[in-house]
């Protein structure tokens, strides 16, 4: 489901980058070569499905002017779904196409990198995979129905009377609320506080039973994990050095009466 949705997402920002003239990938390519002066990293061919989409979302957005971009994209998909394979062979012969003309491109292009360039390059795509990675994690786990953490004395009161606060910007906002709560007496925070920890509670039931349902599903890895046996560990740990102690103790007790007989 959540690759569905990835897909639909994809999907709707190239039918939005193509209404303004530009494919999808421009400013994400632009932003990888900033600062390499050995020109633009070569862009990668869309496949089969995303060229018939960007041909075709001109017509269907004509014959749907009231469409919304993801409503769209759902009618692009269902035609595509639809189409005999030997259409689709005609897209995915264009892909193999760009495929082989991007990968004779971008060996020259890298052969013209300075090894600093390249590990420049290279750093910056771990750092946007990793930040993909972690976008994708945190959607899938809204897609599940993850509860929301709960919220703080101070956030709730922020929540609150954010709409009323001065402030001609949300950081002075924030700040002007910040130096608020700071002067409010713990009679005045206790509203808040309270309500705190009832979200607390909220949470803590929330995510019990959907760490349930989890496992239901088979996804134990979104399970939080429980360190109870390293506090059992520790336990006995504590319970066989008190064991050494007091043989030790003993052994002394005994060595001392041995030397007192004698």
């Not at 002017?65 to 759902?74: G, H, I, Q, R, T």
């Not at 991007?102 to 290279?122: D, F, I, N, V, W």
């Amino acid at each position: 489901m959540a690759a569905a949705l990835a897909l639909l997402g994809r999907a709707a920002a190239l039918v939005s980058g193509a209404q303004r003239g530009c494919g999808v990938g421009g400013s994400a390519e632009k932003g990888l070569s900033r600062g390499i002066s050995s020109g633009e990293r070569p862009k990668r061919p869309l496949t089969a499905y995303f060229r018939f989409l960007k041909e075709n979302h001109s017509a269907f957005r004509q014959k749907n002017p009231e469409a919304s971009n993801m409503e769209l994209v759902k009618k692009i998909a269902d035609a595509w779904k639809e189409l005999p394979a030997s259409q689709k062979q005609v897209y995915e012969e264009g892909r193999k196409t760009d495929w082989q003309r991007y990968k004779e491109q971008l060996a020259a292009y890298k052969a013209q990198l300075t090894p600093a360039q390249a590990a420049a390059l290279k750093e910056e795509r771990r750092k946007r995979l990793a930040k993909r990675r972690s976008f994708r994690a945190k959607r899938e786990l809204t897609v599940l129905g993850k509860p929301k953490r709960p919220r703080s004395g101070f956030n709730i009161f922020v929540s609150e009377n954010f709409q009323e606060s001065e402030g001609i910007s949300p950081v002075a906002k924030l700040k002007q609320l910040f130096d608020a709560w700071q002067k409010l007496s713990s009679s005045q925070k206790q509203p808040y506080m309270q309500l705190a920890e009832d979200d607390k509670v909220r949470y803590v039931n929330e995510m019990k039973s959907w760490e349930a349902k989890m496992v239901e599903l088979g996804r134990e890895d979104l399970i939080r994990s429980r360190p109870q046996m390293p506090k059992m560990k520790t336990a006995e740990t504590a319970k066989k050095a008190e064991t050494a102690k007091a043989s030790s103790r003993e052994n002394k007790a005994k060595l001392k009466l041995k030397k007192s007989e004698e």
